[in-house]
């Protein structure tokens, strides 16, 4: 089976990681990567540096990030990647294609895979993420694939919600759960050492991406009332993570930049890498944000997450987990509740739904066995 996988961001990257290494170490499969989005960004870090540091072979790379990111530049950037995927894809003529999450970059390969016929395989389909316009990409996909590899139970109840046939839907947890799962975590002093500053008494992890159902005005005020919950904080590390490449991401990196310069205990760091960013989540307090991360992985960490805004409203969450707007007096109050002695103390039994044992090895043996020659002929699964 020839196999291709499409990366276009370091956080999708390290998710898939482990399968596409199972893909490389697998007889069966021919696998070939393609590299897209801001892998080739110099403003994101080059993280296709990092892709090369794990020895995985780059088939190929695909230059869709334009320079800016109005909604003009996002869509320019979606209708080149549709012309470019499909005359990639037309060259490679795969048997399946592996593509993960919602992005716009992941939505054109998937368009392209369409109108070439190719077989899609969608992983973290059926999630639900109301402040985001990737919700509407998200479902698109799942009705363009034809296999579904989600993460929770309710994920799976969704897609058939959809129409999916239950039959192409298999439950195999999070791929970036196992990703922290077997990850070596480094310990204080050679985290410390490798981003190059001294952990105060209390750490505090900052994720912040752009609420894209919102405009560029509403999305500063939201900064700026984190910003303003942050600010007088003592004793206290603001370890700030570069946002994704959506619209208005320029406008973000500008404004923590600006607040850095203010704040001596802040820190910005564009791309770390799977080990020191999970050990940073490990070393940290909390994570505090609307970062996927911070639902998804942070509870198998036993750390919790305050969770702001509406970006990842409708995700499956652990009890780990503290909503709240973007209120500086609200955020204050939550950040003093996660350090309670009482919330503290509940972490231990904290149980994450997306973590399952060997999701990519799931993966690996349901592309063994499954029957591609009538798969693209898909009817509307209607439950009665």
């Known amino acids: 089976m020839k196999i291709c996988t499409v990366t276009g961001s370091r956080a999708e990257f390290y998710i898939l990681k482990n399968l596409i290494k199972k893909f490389e170490n697998n007889p069966p499969f021919k696998h070939h990567l393609i590299v897209t989005g801001s892998h080739n960004s110099k403003v994101f870090g080059n993280t296709i540096n990092q892709i090369k540091k794990e020895k995985i072979k780059i088939g190929?790379?695909?230059?869709?990030?334009?320079?800016?990111?109005?909604?003009?530049?996002?869509?320019?950037?979606?209708?080149?990647?549709?012309?470019?995927?499909?005359?990639?894809?037309?060259?490679?003529?795969?048997?399946?294609?592996?593509?993960?999450?919602?992005?716009?970059?992941?939505?054109?390969?998937?368009?392209?895979?369409?109108?070439?016929?190719?077989?899609?395989?969608h992983i973290h389909g059926g999630e639900i993420t109301e402040g985001v316009i990737?919700?509407?990409?998200?479902?698109?996909?799942?009705?363009?694939?034809?296999?579904?590899?989600?993460?929770?139970?309710?994920?799976?109840?969704n897609l058939i919600q959809l129409g999916e046939n239950p039959k192409h839907i298999f439950n195999i947890g999070s791929?970036?759960?196992?990703?922290?799962?077997?990850?070596?975590l480094l310990n204080k002093k050679n985290l410390e050492k490798k981003l190059n500053l001294k952990f105060k008494k209390k750490n505090i992890l900052i994720t912040f991406h752009p609420e894209t159902i919102n405009s560029r005005l509403q999305n500063n005020k939201n900064l700026k009332e984190l910003f303003k919950s942050l600010h007088k904080l003592k004793e206290t590390n603001l370890i700030f993570t570069m946002p994704g490449a959506d619209i208005?991401?320029?406008?973000?990196?500008?404004?923590?930049?600006?607040?850095?310069?203010?704040?001596?205990?802040?820190?910005?760091?564009?791309?770390?890498?799977?080990?020191?960013?999970?050990?940073?989540c490990n070393e940290v307090d909390l994570m505090i944000g609307n970062s996927s991360s911070g639902i998804i992985e942070m509870p198998s960490l036993k750390k919790p997450t305050i969770n702001l805004g509406v970006r990842q409203k409708g995700r499956v969450t652990a009890d780990s987990i503290v909503n709240v707007d973007f209120d500086?007096?609200?955020?204050?109050?939550?950040?003093?509740?996660?350090?309670?002695?009482?919330?503290?103390?509940?972490?231990?039994?904290?149980?994450?739904?997306?973590?399952?044992?060997?999701?990519?090895?799931?993966?690996?043996?349901?592309?063994?066995?499954i029957k591609l020659k009538k798969i693209l002929n898909k009817k509307f699964f209607l439950q009665i």
């Open 60 to 121: 190929s790379k695909i230059n869709i990030l334009l320079n800016n990111d109005t909604e003009l530049d996002i869509s320019n950037s979606y209708a080149l990647g549709v012309k470019l995927f499909s005359k990639e894809l037309l060259r490679l003529k795969p048997d399946i294609l592996i593509i993960l999450g919602d992005r716009y970059e992941i939505f054109a390969a998937a368009v392209a895979a369409c109108f070439n016929r190719i077989p899609i395989a």
């Open 328 to 369: 500086s007096k609200k955020i204050k109050r939550k950040i003093n509740y996660v350090y309670s002695k009482k919330f503290c103390d509940s972490l231990n039994k904290i149980i994450n739904p997306y973590e399952k044992k060997n999701s990519s090895e799931k993966i690996i043996q349901v592309l063994k066995k």
């Open 175 to 184: 791929l970036g759960v196992e990703n922290l799962k077997r990850t070596t």
């Open 248 to 280: 208005n991401f320029k406008m973000i990196v500008k404004e923590i930049k600006n607040f850095i310069k203010i704040n001596k205990n802040g820190y910005f760091f564009k791309s770390l890498g799977d080990q020191i960013y999970f050990s940073l």
């Open 134 to 157: 990737d919700e509407a990409l998200r479902h698109s996909i799942s009705k363009m694939s034809h296999i579904h590899f989600v993460s929770t139970k309710e994920y799976h109840r």
